[in-house]
């Protein structure tokens, strides 16, 4: 059997491939022949639902960590809004505005190694407010937390805890020295012992092979992702990476199909850096093994249009959400 159609087979069945098996593929055979394959794996374990999700920056700036790629790093000159607490009415609109528009889920994220034990009461106060006006469902990205605040964020209406693992655990020394890819999961499996759901992923493009991306999706399905966000690097000046040489669409574009094969019942999320795609790079991916998307502003950079983006999931084959209506939902 050929090779293709042996790691295919085992897909749909749930059975991931190894990142090694997927290495194979790649020298093997064409982007199409991966995507098409990525496809119906997508299609048999995840369904035809796209799944969406959109932030708020909560907390911005004044980090003290030395994330190379991070704009919101105090070591980097980025010249960034910095501010501490999202306010009430900021956050509410935000959480309103994506649920008429239909956005499944909704996430505030904060800047930052921790949100503080005196912060955290703050931000689940607000957690309840938006449960108690919106069934959005909503997330929280709160850096290196503990059970404690984790338990604090689920009792006031957090499902989902998101925690990038950034690259592999191989790759992570070269971009971070402040933190470790061990207290990364550590927090993520405290999330998911408190019984929350974890989205885990990562950035591509910033200087690492294609073994350390399939590591990362092998890394995050074994840590218990549900969710696994793919960024692609935009360089962002005044950081270490400003001036990363830019991966090529191809790359990218077999870099999804591949992780589908790696991570097969976990949803691929495209999340920053797409913008700088062609169309026909865009809709490759999403007929390539990618069911999930972060719509809206990105934190630090100009994000989607939503409108636009669910006429492109419904043009590619995705279902839209029931309440869904372009005339009355259109962006102004």
């Given at each position: 059997?050929?090779l ?7 897909a749909l ?13 790649n ?19 995840c ?32 010249g960034?809004?910095?501010y501490d ?5 900021e ?9 008429r528009?239909?956005?499944k889920?909704?996430?505030m ?27 959005i ?9 503990g ?21 592999s655990a191989?790759y992570?020394?070269e ?8 207290d990364?999961?550590r927090?993520?499996k405290a ?7 974890v989205?885990?992923g ?8 294609l ?13 218990g ?13 005044g ?9 090529g669409?191809?790359?990218i574009?077999?870099?999804?199909a ?23 790079a865009?809709e ?9 998307a ?14 636009q983006?669910?006429t492109?999931f ?8 029931d ?10």
């Amino acid at each position: 059997m050929r090779l293709l159609e042996e790691v295919k087979a085992r897909a749909l069945q749930g059975i991931a491939a190894t990142v090694e098996e997927a290495l194979a593929l790649n020298d093997k055979y064409t982007v199409d022949e991966l995507c098409d394959a990525a496809d119906e794996v997508r299609a048999a374990r995840c369904g035809n639902e796209i799944d969406t999700c959109s932030i708020v920056n909560a907390r911005s700036g004044r980090c003290p960590e030395d994330c190379k790629w991070c704009a919101q790093s105090a070591r980097h000159k980025t010249g960034i809004q910095e501010y501490d607490i999202i306010s009430e009415k900021e956050l509410m609109n935000a959480v309103h505005a994506n649920s008429r528009r239909g956005v499944k889920r909704f996430s505030m994220v904060t800047s930052g190694r921790r949100v503080t034990a005196a912060q955290i009461d703050r931000f689940c106060d607000l957690y309840k407010k938006a449960a108690g006006e919106s069934g959005i469902y909503l997330c929280a990205s709160m850096g290196l937390l503990g059970k404690e605040e984790l338990i604090k964020l689920r009792d006031s209406g957090v499902k989902r805890y998101h925690c990038n693992l950034e690259t592999s655990a191989s790759y992570f020394p070269e971009l971070c020295t402040t933190h470790t890819h061990e207290d990364k999961l550590r927090t993520i499996k405290a999330a998911v012992e408190v019984g929350m759901e974890v989205c885990c992923g990562g950035i591509i493009g910033m200087g690492e092979t294609l073994a350390q991306r399939l590591e990362l999706a092998q890394e995050a399905r074994e840590a218990g992702a549900a969710s696994i966000p793919v960024n692609i690097l935009q360089p962002i000046k005044g950081t270490p990476l400003e001036n990363q040489e830019l991966i090529g669409e191809e790359e990218i574009v077999r870099t999804v199909a591949l992780m589908k094969f790696v991570a097969p019942d976990c949803t691929l999320r495209f999340a920053g850096g797409r913008s700088r795609l062609s169309a026909a790079a865009t809709e490759r991916i999403l007929r390539g093994g990618m069911n999930g998307a972060l719509v809206g502003d990105m934190l630090t950079t100009i994000g989607n249009n939503i409108d636009q983006d669910y006429t492109m999931f419904e043009r590619n084959g995705f279902e839209l959400p029931d309440d869904y209506d372009t005339g009355k939902y259109s962006q102004v």
